[in-house]
């Protein structure tokens, strides 16, 4: 059995073993799927590259060890990219460019099992893909959402004076577990960096309960941010203390910590934006969510600024950093 046979094996086997999303008329085994859509529905679609080295580790043997989450993170950071516009995650489509040290069922078998998984837990169906040879892995989903006739899509675009900004979870987690994957805080931590949780009900319900803007965070808090300021025209305002921290994270430095939170990155919590006479019901969601800032006009820059205990942070007076802290996020081609 060659490669290519072994893959269409084991995802079939697997895929049988899941129910599928409704409305998927054929999915993989023919040149492409065909999904029937609800009347009136709309249907969202991203898509998102997971590069050996660049999003997981190079280390062949990490990457083995990693199987399971690497299938798992390819479908949920395209599941948040779903939900941070508000629709519902329904399918994906799957691009592999695989080694030839990794096309064994050993390994293919983990990887497809932790793809599953995500695709269980977040109400998607892999409807087909492609596969390719590579030296190094890389692996690109596209995931299709729905969003029903009468429930808006949540753009960048649609902040206003005077909202408030919220953002769901912790924030800085997986940055930690990123550089400290040996201490006692990272290894507590790095189910953050490996397995993050998109989500997916909170994105739905904040589309029904009137968002003016969403973003999911996967570059950094601040740089995220700055993507609504300037598609909204508007300013922000942050107030640090009300940052939503871990238990291992609040153990650290505040400063360092601050920095992990704001430029860290792939957080893939939902950040968003709602008028301030809108209440978030507790309830809405399993998912904890803090309110961080309010939309102010824009200054002369639309991205956010700081404070702390209603103190603004400048370069004069950068307490509770030492100096004014460089706040770019991830960026694939910094500098
Ligand atoms: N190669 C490309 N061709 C066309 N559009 C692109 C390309 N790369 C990015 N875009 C578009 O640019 C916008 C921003 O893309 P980006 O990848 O930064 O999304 P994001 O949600 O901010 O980040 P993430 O990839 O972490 O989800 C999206 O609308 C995306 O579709
Ligand atoms: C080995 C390793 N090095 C660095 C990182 C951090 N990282 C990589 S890409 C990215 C932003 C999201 O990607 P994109 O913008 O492509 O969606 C972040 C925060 C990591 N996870 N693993
Ligand atoms: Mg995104």
Redo the contacts with the bound molecule.
């Keep these: 059995m060659n490669e290519f046979e072994l893959i269409e094996r084991i995802f079939l086997q697997l895929q049988a073993e899941h129910s599928a999303a409704a409305g998927i008329q054929k999915a993989i085994g023919d040149d492409a799927a065909v999904m029937a859509l609800p009347t009136g529905s709309r249907l969202v679609s991203?898509i998102?590259t997971l590069v050996q080295g660049r999003h997981f580790s190079p280390d062949w043997k990490q990457v083995d060890t990693l199987a399971f989450a690497i299938g798992y993170k390819a479908v949920a950071?395209n599941v948040s990219?779903i939900a941070a516009m508000g629709a519902a995650p329904h399918s994906i489509l799957l691009a592999l460019a695989l080694p030839e040290r990794l096309a064994n069922e050993s390994w293919l078998t983990a990887f497809a099992k932790g793809l599953f998984h995500a695709c269980q837990l977040f109400g998607v169906s892999l409807i087909g893909g492609d596969t390719t040879r590579n030296d190094t892995l890389v692996l690109s989903i596209s995931a299709q959402g729905l969003l029903t006739s009468d429930t808006p899509a949540i753009y960048r675009s649609g902040a206003q004076v005077g909202d408030k900004v919220y953002v769901s979870g912790t924030l800085g987690d997986a940055a930690y577990a990123l550089q400290h994957p040996d201490d006692t805080s990272g290894l507590e931590l790095a189910h953050r960096l490996h397995m993050p949780t998109p989500r997916v009900k909170l994105g739905a319900a904040l589309a029904q309960l009137g968002a003016t803007s969403m973003?999911?965070i996967?570059?950094g808090l601040y740089q995220?941010l700055s993507?609504i300021c300037k598609q909204s025209g508007v300013g922000m305002h942050l107030y640090l203390e009300q940052l939503p921290t871990s238990k291992p994270l609040a153990k650290i430095d505040l400063s360092k910590r601050l920095l992990y939170q704001l430029t860290g990155g792939d957080d893939y919590e939902l950040a968003f934006t709602l008028p301030a006479h809108i209440e978030l019901p507790i309830d809405s969601s399993d998912t904890p969510v803090h309110c961080i800032g309010e939309v102010v006009a824009a200054a002369q820059q639309p991205y956010p600024k700081l404070l702390f205990y209603n103190q603004v942070i400048t370069q004069a007076a950068p307490a509770p950093f030492d100096t004014y802290p460089n706040l770019t996020g991830y960026q694939h081609f910094a500098g």
């Design positions: 991203c998102d950071v990219d973003i999911d996967s570059d995220d993507h």
